[in-house]
């Protein structure tokens, strides 16, 4: 009986030391341009990822002519990296971006993995009074320590 006591407490502790990937946390990432432009050329709407790392277009009939067709949301790499460039816990590879579009038809899934170079996905709009294109840029916080304390 102690025995197994004794190799449980060993195995908790082994696994705090060494399991700080599994510990990892999400952050945001603020200042970086979203851009969604209609393809293959027409409006485009461009806003900034706030301190949460959301952002928030709005896509109207009335603001824009024709609205519905293929647009594309994009970020750029260069961007992601400058946003990040004092943070000591990225570890400088990847970035998610995770995104939904209200009132809008979207194809595809909306959750992506930002890797060096930029990101692009198109969009399908179909709708008549227009939608929102709304989400939030994070990285995967690198985490050090025993027990994956930054």
Avoid: H
Wanted: aromatic content about 10%; hydrophobic content about 35%.
């Amino acid at each position: 009986m102690k025995r197994s006591f004794f190799t449980y407490v060993l195995f908790f502790v082994l696994s705090a030391c060494f399991a700080s990937d599994a510990l990892a946390s999400t952050d945001p990432i603020p200042g970086v341009d979203v851009v969604v432009r209609k393809k293959p050329s027409g409006a485009s709407l461009t806003t900034k990822t706030n301190q949460d790392g959301g952002f928030s277009l709005t896509v109207t009939s009335p603001g824009i002519a024709d609205i519905n067709g293929v647009w594309e949301i994009s970020i750029d790499w260069a961007t992601v990296q400058k946003a990040l460039a004092n943070a000591k816990d990225w570890d400088g590879k990847s970035a998610t971006l995770t995104y939904s579009c209200p009132g809008l038809t979207k194809v595809g899934t909306g959750t992506f993995t930002i890797s060096n170079s930029t990101y692009s996905n198109s969009i399908t709009v179909s709708s008549k009074t227009g939608g929102t294109i709304s989400g939030r840029l994070t990285y995967e916080a690198k985490v050090s320590g025993i027990g994956g304390v930054k």
